[in-house]
T-cell receptor, first 115, second 115 residues
Framework: AQTVTQSQPEMSVQEAETVTLSCTYD???????LFWYKQPPSRQMILVIR????KQQNATENRFSVNFQKAAKSFSLKISDSQLGDTAMYFC????????????WGAGTKLIIKP | DADVTQTPRNRITKTGKRIMLECSQT?????MYWYRQDPGLGLRLIYY???????NKGEISDGYSVSRQAQAKFSLSLESAIPNQTALYFC??????????????FGPGTRLTVL
C-alpha cells in the first residue's frame, strides 16, 4: 500500500526561526508529484508547494522550500523566517500514477509559531 | 468570489436524518472529490468523479452517496446520519492537464455534527 507518514504530530517554534516538517512516503513508482498543503485555523486547505519527482531541483516558494530525497522517499518542508500567520496544520500528500492519480495524504503536523 | 464553494458551512443534525452537502465550482474542472477530515487522520477520500458520468468510490464510501448534477456541481448525501459521521467535509476539484499532477483545489469545508 502507498502511504504517507508525517512523524511529528505537533511542533512549535519562535517567530523568525526556521522550522522543518518531515514527510516520508512509500511507493514503487518512479514518476509522481508531491505536495504540501497548509490548513490555518480558518480550515481552508491551501497549496504551499509542489515537487515533481523527476526534477532533482528542490522546489521553493518564497520562504517555503523542500528537501526532496527521492531515494530515501523523503519530502521535508522548510519554513524560513517563520511568521505568526504560518501557524496551521500542514499536510504532505503525493500522487502516484497507479492510484488513478488520487492524492495520498499524511495525517498532518500542527505547527505553532510563538511570538 | 471563491472558485469552490460549499453549502452549508456548518450543520448540526440528529441521528437518522438525511443530510445533503453541496459543492459548486467555477474553475471549469472536470474532476471533483469529497473528503472527510477527522483529527489525527488527515483527509480520507469518500467519492470522486472524473466527469458527470464517471463516479467512483473512495476509501470510505459506506454510509454516503453522491450525485454529479453537472460539471460544476457535486453533492454528498448521508442517507441516515450517525454520530461517527461527525467530521469536517471538504469538496475539491482538479483538472487533468496530462502531467499527472492532479493538484487539487479545495472548498472552505462543511462542519457537520450528528447528535
Amino acid at each position: 500500500a502507498q502511504t504517507v507518514t508525517q512523524s511529528q504530530p505537533e511542533m512549535s517554534v519562535q517567530e523568525a526561526e526556521t522550522v522543518t516538517l518531515s514527510c516520508t512516503y512509500d511507493t514503487s513508482e518512479n514518476n509522481y508529484y508531491l505536495f504540501w498543503y497548509k490548513q490555518p485555523p480558518s480550515r481552508q486547505m491551501i497549496l504551499v508547494i509542489r515537487q515533481e519527482a523527476y526534477k532533482q531541483q528542490n522546489a521553493t516558494e518564497n520562504r517555503f522550500s523542500v528537501n526532496f530525497q527521492k531515494a530515501a522517499k523523503s519530502f521535508s518542508l522548510k519554513i524560513s523566517d517563520s511568521q505568526l500567520g504560518d501557524t496551521a496544520m500542514y499536510f504532505c500528500a503525493f500522487t502516484p500514477p497507479d492510484s488513478n492519480y488520487q492524492l495520498i495524504w499524511g495525517a498532518g503536523t500542527k505547527l505553532i509559531i510563538k511570538p | 468570489d471563491a472558485d469552490v464553494t460549499q453549502t452549508p458551512r456548518n450543520r448540526i443534525t440528529k441521528t437518522g436524518k438525511r443530510i445533503m452537502l453541496e459543492c459548486s465550482q467555477t474553475k471549469g474542472h472536470d474532476r471533483m472529490y469529497w473528503y472527510r477530515q477527522d483529527p489525527g487522520l488527515g483527509l480520507r477520500l469518500i467519492y470522486y468523479s472524473f466527469d458527470v458520468k464517471d463516479i467512483n468510490k473512495g476509501e470510505i464510501s459506506d454510509g454516503y452517496s453522491v450525485s454529479r448534477q453537472a460539471q460544476a456541481k457535486f453533492s454528498l448525501s448521508l442517507e441516515s446520519a450517525i454520530p461517527n459521521q461527525t467530521a469536517l467535509y471538504f469538496c475539491a476539484t482538479s483538472d487533468w492537464i496530462g502531467d499527472g499532477s492532479n493538484e487539487q483545489f479545495f472548498g472552505p469545508g462543511t462542519r457537520l455534527t450528528v447528535l
